[in-house]
C-alpha cells in the first residue's frame, strides 16, 4: 500500500510466452479475485471519472466489460458494449483497428451513444492503442464527446499512448 492505497500491481500476475512466445502477458484475474484490490480498481476509476459529468461507459470485450459496468454504475452512468463483428443483434456501425498480424473491428449499436454525449472510453489494457483508438472512432461517429480514457494496465514501452493524444488518458498501473 502506497498513501494509503492498495499496490493493484501487486495483483497482477505475470504470464511469460502466452498467448506466444516472447509475449509477457499481464493477467488481472488476481485483481479481479481479490475483493479488496478490485474494490480499489473501480473506486479509483470512478474517481477519476468524477467530475467529468459523464453520460455514458465505453468498455470493449471482453475485460473491459468487467470493470466497465461497475464504474458506469458508480458514476450513475450507461454502460455501452464494443464488440467483435456480428455479437450484437441490433443495427450496429464499425471501426477497424491494426493489430500484429492484420486488421479486426469492433462494433457498437447505432443507437448507443445520443449525439453530445460525454463518454468514458474503459479497458483493460493500453498496449499500441488500437482498440483505444477505434472506440474513440466510434463515439465520434455518433456524435458523442470523449472525455477521457482510462485503463488498468498500461504499457508504455509500446507507444500506445501516441495514438490517443489529445486525450485525457488515466491508467492505474503502468509497466
Not at 474503459?122 to 472525455?147: N, P, S
Amino acid at each position: 500500500m502506497t498513501d494509503g492505497r492498495i499496490d493493484l500491481s501487486a495483483h497482477v500476475r505475470d504470464i511469460p510466452d502466452f498467448p506466444k512466445e516472447g509475449i509477457l502477458f499481464r493477467d488481472i484475474m488476481p485483481l479481479l479475485q481479490d475483493p479488496l484490490a478490485l474494490r480499489e480498481a473501480v473506486d479509483r476509476l470512478v474517481e477519476y471519472g468524477t467530475g467529468k459529468h459523464i453520460d455514458v461507459v465505453m468498455g470493449a470485450e471482453a475485460r473491459g466489460f468487467i470493470l466497465g459496468a461497475a464504474v458506469a454504475y458508480g458514476l450513475g452512468a450507461g454502460f455501452v458494449c464494443a464488440r467483435k463483428p456480428g455479437k450484437l443483434p441490433h443495427t450496429t456501425i464499425s471501426a477497424a483497428y491494426d493489430l500484429e498480424y492484420g486488421t479486426d473491428k469492433l462494433e457498437i449499436h447505432a443507437d448507443a451513444i445520443k449525439p453530445g454525449q460525454n463518454v468514458l472510453v474503459h479497458d483493460d489494457l493500453l498496449a499500441t492503442g488500437g482498440t483505444a483508438r477505434a472506440k474513440i472512432e466510434l463515439v465520434e461517429q455518433l456524435g458523442g464527446k470523449v472525455v477521457g480514457v482510462a485503463f488498468i494496465i498500461e504499457l508504455a514501452a509500446l507507444g500506445g499512448r501516441s495514438k490517443l493524444q489529445g486525450y485525457d488518458v488515466y491508467s492505474l498501473i503502468k509497466y
